[in-house]
């Protein structure tokens, strides 16, 4: 799944440098794992829930126990497991040694761990939006052992 605010950072990034098109090496790893890791629409939901997250391997635990309210609207759903998968991604860059925000060349947002196992977080976030399931907290537990 494409994640459409990318392609217009993707868009002013690349004018930026004189309008070619740059693959991830050429982008700052630090803005891009900013801009991944704002998550607007699950810090909100979080937050309205009393849940804190602090980009860490507890705050996935708690978003596992949060009541899914989101999973009778579509949209609301679709643009959460965005924002869920993202988070899962900051919270793995951040804190399990050598991982990394990768764009793939469809614009697909994902971490490559230091084993250089590429994971779709986006998509994991998007199945946990739907169903609960992978545990977010799980799938961290999983990655992190990596």
């Known amino acids: 799944m494409n994640i459409p605010f990318l392609d217009g950072w993707r868009r002013r990034h690349d ?3 004189g309008g070619a098109a ?3 090496a050429d982008w700052d790893p630090e803005g891009l794992a900013e ?7 699950l810090r909100a939901q979080a937050e309205s829930a009393g849940v804190a997250l602090d980009d860490g391997p507890s705050s996935l635990e708690a978003l596992d126990q949060l009541q899914p309210r989101w999973r009778g609207d579509e949209e609301l759903q679709s643009w959460l497991g965005n924002d ?3 988070y899962l ?5 951040r804190t399990v040694g050598g991982a990394a925000w990768q764009i793939r060349s469809d614009g697909q947002p994902v971490v490559r ?3 250089g196992r590429e994971v779709d977080v986006v998509e994991t976030g998007h199945a946990w ?3 609960g399931a992978p545990e977010l907290s799980q799938v ?3 990655l992190s052992e990596n």
């Open 15 to 17: 004018a930026a440098r």
């Open 22 to 24: 740059h693959g991830t």
């Open 35 to 41: 801009l991944l890791s704002e998550c607007e629409l």
């Open 84 to 86: 869920a998968g993202l």
């Open 89 to 93: 991604g900051t919270v793995l860059v």
């Open 113 to 115: 761990l230091a084993g």
């Open 129 to 131: 939006a739907e169903d």
């Open 140 to 142: 961290y537990a999983e």
